[in-house]
């Protein structure tokens, strides 16, 4: 088992990372509730298979628990949902000392987190992450929010959850593209911030894509930690927390371009980290051998590192310019010093993000 904790005063909390923990989730949470009664917001798909598990261990420790299933995927994030979720907080009683617990994907984290922190102007909150992209990036932070049509996580809220509790052993049933690409974010923990953890993934690659414990716990225990480490350092995304962001920019216009392929979003995260360490070796703060490395690791993992060539590049380079850290014309790009640290930069010029995606098309 692992702790992780995250600092934030009174809104302290902490993350639990345990194969088969949900067996004792029931447990865990009657030691943190501050009454019984509790809204399990969910995914049709993980309810089928993780549902009893969760609900006897729920029930074994007394807990009343009224299970709301939302669709799988990105359709649930939706204020019709929220709406939905309101209705049924009401008919299950959930008032100001209840507590909604998130047991899914990211997206239904996200949801659920901002019923939570809207209803009745906020109620007690936990997360039961069960991708891995949810257990080492959504799930810790207190980022909640819905899409609007006209764009992604335009409503939100700042709404730190109570705990997070994570059994790794929910992931066998995760297919293995969506275990690849929440590998891409773990992988981003490393380039970001710790070049020791970034050796650590490289070495253990096939344990990690065989899904062995220990490794697994290992590293959704260091990226909870770094994330964390972020978090703390910047609660409301005045500074640090852009660092996460690293691969996004072209990684967001990536998947904006490629919306009917289907292109996963670590999937598009990898293709902007190799873009992203192209710039910085341009600009002068990482070396080619370093850029290939990162290449090389992340394609050793299966993940794509290339623009595919079908994408339309003028959509693209829209999608770049629109980017909310846009600046007179530039857009700040999060690039590499190294393996292990990055830094904000204005350094790129619009004509080095078309080459360097011109380039990666080329040879994709
Ligand atoms: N709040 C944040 O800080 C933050 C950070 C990163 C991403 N996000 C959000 O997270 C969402 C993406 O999260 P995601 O990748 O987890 O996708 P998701 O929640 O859409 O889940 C993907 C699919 O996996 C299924 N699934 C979940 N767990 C499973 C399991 N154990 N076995 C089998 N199937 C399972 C789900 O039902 C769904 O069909 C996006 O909406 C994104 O905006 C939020
Ligand atoms: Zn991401």
Redesign the pocket.
Known sequence: MAEVAVSLGERSYSITIEPGLLSRVGDVLAATVRQKRLAVVT????WQ??GNELQSSLSRSGLECSVIQTP???S??SLTWVRHLYSEFARAGIDRSSTVAAF???????LA?FAAASWLRGVDFVQI??????QV?????????V?LPIG??LV?AFWQPRAVLIDSN??????KR?RR??LA?VIKYGIILDKEFFDYVKSHRGKLLSREPSAIVEAIKRSCELKAYVVTNDERESGLRAILNYGHTIGHAVEAAGKYSGI???EAVSIGMVQASRLSVMVGMLSDSECQEIRSVLASFGLPVEVPAELDRDTMLKSIALDKKSKGGRVRFVLARGIGQVELSEAVTPEMVASVIHESQEVS
């Open positions: 995914q049709k798909r993980v298979m993780w799988n995927g990105e649930a994030k899914g994907g990211g997206a239904v984290g996200d987190g992450p069960t991708t891995l992209l949810a990036d959504a799930s810790v932070g207190g980022k909640v929010g899409n992604k996580n939100g929910v992931l066998e049933t995760l297919p969506d690409s929440g974010e996963k979003h670590g």
